[in-house]
């Protein structure tokens, strides 16, 4: 480095600039996806429906449909009043073990409608 024809030659070539992007780790870029995709909420709702069979059985599964949860209350749709008033008997098992086995969800209570 001591000879100066290679020192003018150095000096010309450009310097990396500081970029204003950064650089952004796979993971998060994925789990951005995920979101963004819905990916999750399908996920989520996959995990509930088979949490919701195991708490109410087959029977009363196959005649009630699993909606939203909003600030900790499962909305669960029935077809009839009669799977309604089943619902309601088994609801304090059902939410119970909902809570149990989906600690994430943070379920408060299970409110029933009829379809």
Known sequence: MDDPEEQVWLSQIPKAQSSRLRVKSISS?????????G???????????????IAVGEELFSQ?????????ILQVFASNTIVLSELEYTKSKALRHLQSSLPEFKLRNIRFKIT
């Open 29 to 37: 870029i994925l789990n951005r996806l995920i979101v963004e995709k």
């Open 39 to 53: 990916y999750a909420a399908q996920q989520s709702s996959q995990i509930l429906q088979e949490q919701w069979l």
């Open 64 to 72: 009630s449909r699993v909606g939203k949860i909003q600030r900790g």
